[in-house]
């Protein structure tokens, strides 16, 4: 079964500083890959996602993502974050056979920015 | 544009009752899903449909029942509640009945409490 890995629970950051959020899967097969993100009180959008092509993928809000299959990983970045992008990130994965029906999620990160 | 819809929004059960949790998407979206929400454990597949008539299990089904007799529709029901399923629901559709490539739509949640 497939399952996503996300080590960081809780990171704190001032403004202006670079992000990094680790995302991790143990699936090897081919995959699509998805970064959500939950603001306060709101439901879960989609920030960015990669199913094929270039392995950097640019999102939303400045976020982008790199794919980097030999290390299965699928790590999030922001070069300078802002208070509004205080948030749980929530990393999926769906496989394109076997459950390809379904989407795994990690356990998310909740990123606390302060002014 | 209502998106998905999910009531009620906050629900307070006795160990032991029953409810359903209510979904309605108004996209024509083939796949529908539940989910729900626990803190450190992130989003976890209870049932899914990938089109009327059609549903499976996810990673947490016990306790659960789900149906999907229209297109629009994609009701949870707690057969007889109890603690372990106080958590935050999602309900959440996508266009493509069986693959996932294209990003799921949420709904705001429900949070239930089970006493």
């Known amino acids: 079964a497939q399952s996503v890995s996300q080590h960081n629970h809780h990171v704190i950051l001032s403004e202006a500083a670079s992000l990094e959020l680790g995302c991790n899967y143990s699936y090897g097969g081919t995959v699509n890959l998805f970064w959500y993100v939950q603001y306060p009180g709101q439901h879960l959008q989609l920030l960015l996602k990669y199913f094929s092509g270039d392995p950097l993928v640019k999102g939303i809000k400045g976020f982008e993502a790199e794919f980097i299959k030999s290390k299965f990983s699928f790590n999030l970045r922001k070069p300078s974050v802002q208070w509004s992008d205080t948030a749980e990130y929530f990393c999926a994965v769906n496989s394109r056979s076997g459950s390809a029906r379904q989407l795994t999620f990690g356990s998310g990160t909740q990123l606390t920015v302060l002014p | 544009n209502a998106g998905v819809t999910q009531t009620p929004k906050f629900q307070v059960l006795k160990t032991g009752q029953s409810m359903t949790l209510q979904c309605a998407q108004d996209?024509?979206?083939?796949?529908m899903s539940w989910y729900r929400q626990d803190p450190g454990m992130g989003l976890r597949l209870i049932h899914y449909s990938v089109g009327a008539g059609i549903t499976d299990q996810g990673e947490v089904p016990n306790g659960y029942n789900v149906s999907r007799s229209t297109t629009e529709d994609f009701p949870l029901r707690l057969l007889s509640a109890a603690p372990s399923q106080t958590s935050v629901y999602f309900c959440?559709?996508?266009?493509?009945?069986?693959?996932?490539?294209?990003?799921?739509?949420f709904g705001s949640g429900t949070q239930l409490s089970v006493l």
């Open positions: 959440a559709s996508s266009y493509k009945g069986f693959t996932l490539n294209e990003k799921l739509f």
């Open positions: 996209m024509n979206h083939e796949y």
